[in-house]
């Protein structure tokens, strides 16, 4: 039997687009195992009071010290310069505040990696945003930060709104609105799937570089 | 030449089944690109319909032409489609500059830009030359070889609408929900 060329030409085209449709779930499915994690084990929960804590700013090494509350929404956000999806958010925030997104609410970064650190990514060593080094291991204790990334948005009470791992501007701007959610409601974050970095937060000592 | 104008047509028939089993795969998301060509009055609900419509219309044309590669009408029907595309690309890049297509659902984060024009203009060519006299013993297909291109095509669709769904399992934007 002959076989019409158009039926020759379709299946090349066929196994063509099939093949490119595999190669991308192949990949989906690589980038998922390599950054799964159990959900619901990042973050403090949300509704509670968000912990003090002391860090390091890393611009000028003074220690400062960290109360929420005081009428100002905060967005913390648990990153490493050594973990690369942090490097997405750091990226991501800086582009909703560049895009005047995040006005009204304070931004602290926080880190444990030395500050040494920063000088292997560029996304850090360029962000304009207040970076503060973690001093003790009860703040990541605290907010349950142990990988990264993670974003905590805290209201202007001192209460924790959502948490949870974040990369793209989307979910920034999600916490964005968390954060300046009125006291009365009450929200939480759902992730849209496992996507933590295996970096687990170090046990931070300052000065032990 | 006859070899391109086949793989012109087959091309076309493949890329509107990748296109439709990627927005099938994600309705609402389509319907958001959709709303930003229609009056903002429109209801949701019609908003929604129309976005299934348009997924589905591009499924069964792209069925239909892998299909039934003999049928000369469909040709003309696919190109009409295709200006359509060139149509919107250029209203979006007028009116929505920078705001994602989802021409491909969550396989493709294209924005309306000078590219989606290009690339729609490419498209209508692609069509144009299927548009063009093929021998016909080239194209008759048999009623068993019918049966397994549109097999073969409705399989690609749902293989695209699953490559969709991981994807956008990764993309979607963490929302927040009241409780």
Redesign the interface.
């Known amino acids: 039997m002959r076989i019409p060329l158009f039926v020759a030409v379709a299946q090349w085209a066929l196994l063509l687009a099939l093949s490119l449709l595999v190669i991308v779930m192949y990949r989906q499915l690589g980038h998922a195992f390599s950054t799964r994690r159990p959900a619901g084990e990042l973050g403090p929960p949300v509704g509670s009071s968000a912990a003090g804590f002391d860090y390091m700013r890393v611009s000028d090494g003074a220690l400062q010290r960290f109360e929420p509350g005081g009428g100002m929404p905060v967005l913390l956000a648990f990153v490493e310069p050594s973990c690369q999806a942090c490097e997405k958010l750091v990226a991501a925030v800086g582009a909703v505040a560049r895009a005047g997104d995040l006005s009204g609410l304070r931004v602290l970064l926080l880190m444990s990696d030395p500050p040494s650190y920063l000088q292997i990514s560029e996304v850090f060593r360029s962000c304009s945003l207040e970076i503060g080094r973690i001093t003790t291991r009860a703040t990541v204790v605290a907010y349950k930060a142990t990988a990264t990334p993670l974003l905590v948005a805290i209201d202007g009470q001192g209460f924790v709104r959502s948490a949870g791992p974040a990369i793209e501007a989307d979910e920034v701007r999600a916490f964005r609105q968390a954060c300046l959610l009125t006291p009365a409601a009450t929200l939480t974050v759902v992730p849209a799937g496992p996507r933590t970095d295996r970096h687990e937060a170090a046990d931070p000592v300052v000065g032990s570089e | 030449m006859?070899?391109l104008i086949?793989?012109a047509?087959?091309?076309i028939?493949?890329m509107l089944?990748?296109a439709a089993g990627a927005k099938l795969s994600d309705p609402h998301s389509f319907a958001a690109a959709v709303r930003l060509f229609v009056p903002l009055r429109t209801p949701p609900r019609l908003v929604r319909i129309g976005a299934l419509g348009i997924a589905l219309l591009e499924l069964a044309l792209g069925a239909a032409s892998?299909s039934s590669?003999a049928a000369s009408w469909l040709n003309a029907v696919i190109f009409g489609l295709a200006c359509v595309f060139v149509i919107v690309s250029v209203a979006g890049f007028a009116f929505h500059r920078g705001r994602a297509c989802l021409c491909f659902g969550a396989?493709s984060r294209r924005e309306f830009d000078t590219w989606s024009i290009v690339r729609s203009v490419i498209i209508a060519v692609g069509a144009v030359v299927g548009m063009l006299d093929?021998p016909s013993?080239?194209?008759?297909?048999g009623p068993a070889?019918r049966v397994v291109?549109l097999i073969?095509?409705l399989l690609?669709a749902v293989?695209?609408s699953?490559?969709a769904r991981?994807?956008a399992?990764?993309?979607?934007?963490?929302?927040?929900?009241?409780?």
């Open positions: 006859e070899i086949l793989a047509k087959s091309a028939a493949v089944l990748i892998l590669p396989l093929a013993a080239s194209v008759q297909v070889l291109l073969a095509g690609l293989v695209a699953t490559a991981a994807l399992i990764a993309a979607a934007p963490t929302r927040p929900t009241a409780r």
